[in-house]
């Protein structure tokens, strides 16, 4: 579990390709692995992945190609977002995030507004129900309340601390962006339909 506060911008330094899957070696880019395990999760970009070797600079981690298939941004030299494992005591600065990518989306707009960034989103029709005005949304690990929604579009504000500690000032229209929706509003879906169907019973 994450809370999609990114505490460091990595790379990924090696890909070696092992047929449809890879595994990365990625640098922490100052992240602190000190308090890291064999076998602890890692949030990359907002996907939640296992470390299974470690150095002071760097992890290993093994990449699915079902992982690769329904997730963006990890090529050769990608910067990255990279968020720890949330520890119970913790502070919750975000909101909870699983680390299980929904889909990916496209950014339509992208653009400087006074200080702050407008960031228009694409997002795949079959979850956009999910997203609301004022909930959250995780983009590429990092999360975000959302400003408005139009269809399947929905427009976030990026102040300059968050282009600054993330890697989401690179983006530009046409640019794919891992997203996880609010895990709140699918377990209230979930249980009107089970409700629903209860009391046709």
Same mark, same amino acid.
């Given at each position: %579990?994450?809370?999609?506060?990114? &505490? ?23 992240? *602190?692995?000190? *308090?890291?395990? %064999?076998? *602890? #999760?890692?949030?990359?970009? /907002? ?7 470690? $150095?002071? *600079? ?5 990449? #699915?190609?079902? $992982? ?25 600065? /975000? ?6 990518? +929904?889909?990916?989306? $496209? ?14 989103? +694409? ?12 909930? #959250? ?13 139009? /269809? ?11 282009? &600054? ?6 983006? &530009? ?9 609010? %895990? ?11 409700? &629903?169907? $209860?009391?046709?019973?």
């Amino acid at each position: %579990m994450f809370t999609g506060i990114i &505490q460091s911008i990595g790379h990924i330094h090696e890909y070696d390709a092992r047929g449809a899957d890879a595994r990365l070696v990625i640098r922490g880019g100052g992240l *602190d692995f000190s *308090d890291v395990a %064999m076998g *602890d #999760s890692i949030a990359v970009n /907002g996907v939640c992945l296992t470390a299974v070797a470690l $150095t002071p *600079d760097s992890f290993t981690v093994d990449v #699915s190609a079902e $992982t690769l298939r329904c997730t963006a941004g990890f090529m050769p030299g990608a910067e990255v977002n990279l968020e720890k494992a949330l520890r119970l005591a913790d502070r919750l600065g /975000g909101h909870l995030v699983s680390g299980h990518v +929904d889909g990916v989306g $496209t950014v339509h707009h992208f653009v400087a507004v006074g200080e702050s960034h407008l960031l228009e989103i +694409d997002a795949p029709a079959e979850f956009a129900r999910y997203i609301i005005r004022k909930g #959250s949304i995780t983009v590429n690990g990092v999360s975000l309340t959302v400003n408005a929604v139009e /269809g399947a579009r929905f427009t976030l504000n990026l102040i300059p601390h968050t282009l &600054q500690m993330t890697t989401l000032k690179h983006l &530009q229209a046409g640019s794919r962006v891992n997203l996880e929706v609010d %895990m709140i509003a699918r377990y209230v879906e979930r249980l009107s339909l089970f409700t &629903q169907t $209860t009391d046709k019973d």
